[in-house]
């Protein structure tokens, strides 16, 4: 059998040169990937026939073929059981790479025909964007009937990967992006409120300061958190660090953190798109911070390239449509600050 290197050295040649072969023994067969790569994913021979609607022993000769293609095992079988090789494993992202180069080659040439079409995927690294995504790619989906959107959570700090490896088309993201490989634009402005129990003594008191929350019990959102990156900010301008405060519990989960503020474990910073439905049932309660500017602009990003997909393109220009202002955030309710901030 080959080295495990050569098989990826014979994967990535077929990324560079996807349209060179020279015979079959070369040839890498992209339905024999996806074979592969459910197998891998469920470790079952079985249950991948049954997600690719294929026969068992269909698949096992996908497998087969797929290994003598290569010259490796990707598998150790022990009777019903699976186990991925060394080789198996470091397939896996070069056939996940080479499939959705596939589709992408699929839905630029459908897209020169049809106008916007295909698969569109969005990542997600803002909590507030988990409420106004949605939204906008179902309108957009009425808009374009044969166009497909998926919205991928992703962290922060993963998203020009993500984008570069085309893992996705677009990201929506709450800091500016400064990698000369991007591009972005303000999608909205994001709001964020201080909420506390509904019986708090804030709730009763005349004017709120930033030092009256150093003594309380604080939900604070995770490290890289835009919502965190904001407040903190803010708290610098009166001399308040992180250190300073009294965290009480760290969540990566905003709707965690409302449901802890409404249980009354602490008081948080959230984006108003999150506390609605605890509002509603007057479990927690809006204050105003005095002499702290809460808002941040969230950014929709794309690798900056000259020929992007027609329905990446489309979903980009059809943000700013007039008509989609009623689910885009805007803080008209705040007096002016510098977005360029």
Not at 185 to 212: G, M, N
Not at 306 to 331: C, G, H, K, M, S
Request: hydrophobic share 45%; net charge negative.
């Amino acid at each position: 059998m080959a080295n495990p290197l050569y098989t990826i050295s014979k994967i990535s040649n077929s990324l560079d040169n996807p349209g060179l072969v020279k015979d079959n023994q070369s040839m890498i067969d992209l339905t024999r990937l996806k074979a592969f790569i459910f197998s891998a994913e469920t470790l079952s021979f079985s249950e991948a026939s049954k997600q690719l609607h294929l026969t068992q022993p269909t698949i096992s000769h996908h497998i087969k073929t797929l290994e003598q293609t290569l010259g490796v095992d990707l598998f150790i079988r022990n009777g019903n059981q699976l186990e991925l090789t060394e080789a198996g494993r470091m397939l896996i992202p070069w056939a996940r790479k080479l499939i959705r180069q596939s589709n992408e080659i699929k839905d630029l040439m459908g897209s020169i025909q049809q106008g916007a079409v295909g698969h569109l995927r969005i990542a997600c690294s803002t909590a507030s964007g988990k409420y106004v995504l949605p939204h906008l790619a179902a309108r957009f989906r009425r808009q374009f009937p044969e166009v497909q959107i998926s919205i991928l959570p992703c962290a922060a700090a993963q998203m020009v990967t993500k984008l570069l490896e085309n893992e996705a088309h677009l990201g929506l993201i709450s800091s500016e992006m400064v990698d000369e490989s991007m591009e972005s634009q303000t999608l909205y402005v994001d709001t964020i409120q201080l909420l506390v129990p509904a019986d708090h003594p804030f709730t009763r008191q005349e004017k709120v300061y930033p030092a009256d929350i150093i003594s309380e019990n604080i939900i604070s959102r995770e490290p890289g958190s835009g919502t965190r990156k904001v407040v903190l900010s803010e708290l610098a301008k009166h001399d308040i660090s992180y250190d300073d405060l009294n965290i009480f519990l760290q969540l990566g989960n905003a709707e965690g953190i409302v449901q802890m503020v409404a249980a009354g474990y602490g008081i948080a910073f959230v984006s108003e798109l999150i506390a609605n439905e605890a509002l509603a049932a007057h479990k927690v309660t809006v204050v105003k911070v005095e002499e702290m500017t809460l808002l941040r602009r969230v950014f929709l990003v794309r690798k900056a390239i000259q020929n992007p997909l027609r329905v990446t393109e489309a979903f980009w220009t059809f943000v700013n449509d007039p008509t989609n202002a009623d689910i885009l955030p805007t803080p008209f309710h705040h007096p002016p600050f510098d977005l360029s901030i």
